[in-house]
Structures are given as structure tokens and as C-alpha cells.
Nanobody, 126 residues
């Protein structure tokens, strides 16, 4: 069972950028997907981006398309989330987790992921 550790959060001005890192620890044989979620106060934890580790295929929630990029470094067992043109509404705790792919697609529900880390805080000031 995989578990992860997130890092890279911080405080930035609107329009700025951050890169988050998620290091996956433990066995990952059955977890073919890695995803970033975020949760703001009073909001549900929701998927931001996911990557299918087998071929690097990615998916994004509409609100971050064109601004965020999820990528992997297989040698380092690490997944990244590059966040550009940040907006105040992007402020949240960002979490990383793993899941088994459904066919060649990654799930988008938090209930299908496991190995959650402690999260890393992202704050965007206007």
C-alpha cells in the first residue's frame, strides 16, 4: 500500500506560480494513477489533476486546464503539480493520493484514492 508526502506549498501573489511535489513511498504495483486534490475551508476535497503512470496520460479539472500541469519522474517515484497563473480561488490544502486505474482511465472521486499525505498549504493573495 502506497503512502505519499506532499511538499512545495507556500504563499504567492495572484498570477504567480508554485510547483508541488508528491513522493510516493511503499509498493505501487497496484496503484497506476496518482492525483492531486485540493480542499478549501468549507469545501469538499476535489480532484485537480491525475496522471496515469503507465503512459503519462493526464486529466484536469476544467478550472485548472491550461494553468496546471501534472507530471511524473518515475526514477524518483515522484509526481509534480506545476501551478501557473494562480488565482485566489486556488487557495487550499493540496493533497496527493494513489488509485487503481479503471481500464486506462484514472478515477476522479476521492473515495477511490488512498495513501493520502498530510497535504501542503497553498495560499494565493490578490
Amino acid at each position: 500500500q502506497v503512502h505519499v508526502a506532499e511538499s512545495g506549498g507556500g504563499s504567492v501573489q495572484a498570477g504567480g506560480s508554485l510547483r508541488l511535489s508528491c513522493i510516493a513511498l511503499g509498493h505501487t504495483y497496484s496503484e497506476h494513477c496518482m492525483a492531486w486534490f485540493r480542499q478549501a475551508p468549507g469545501e469538499e476535497r476535489a480532484e485537480v489533476a491525475a496522471i496515469y503512470l503507465g503512459d503519462g496520460r493526464t486529466l484536469y479539472v476544467d478550472s485548472v486546464k491550461g494553468r496546471f500541469t501534472i507530471s511524473q519522474d518515475s526514477a524518483k517515484n515522484t509526481v509534480y503539480l506545476e501551478m501557473n497563473n494562480l488565482r485566489p480561488e486556488d487557495s487550499a490544502i493540496y493533497y496527493c493520493a494513489a488509485a487503481t486505474a479503471h481500464g486506462n482511465d484514472c478515477p476522479n472521486s476521492k473515495y477511490q484514492y488512498n495513501g493520502w499525505g498530510q497535504g501542503t498549504q497553498v495560499t494565493v493573495y490578490s
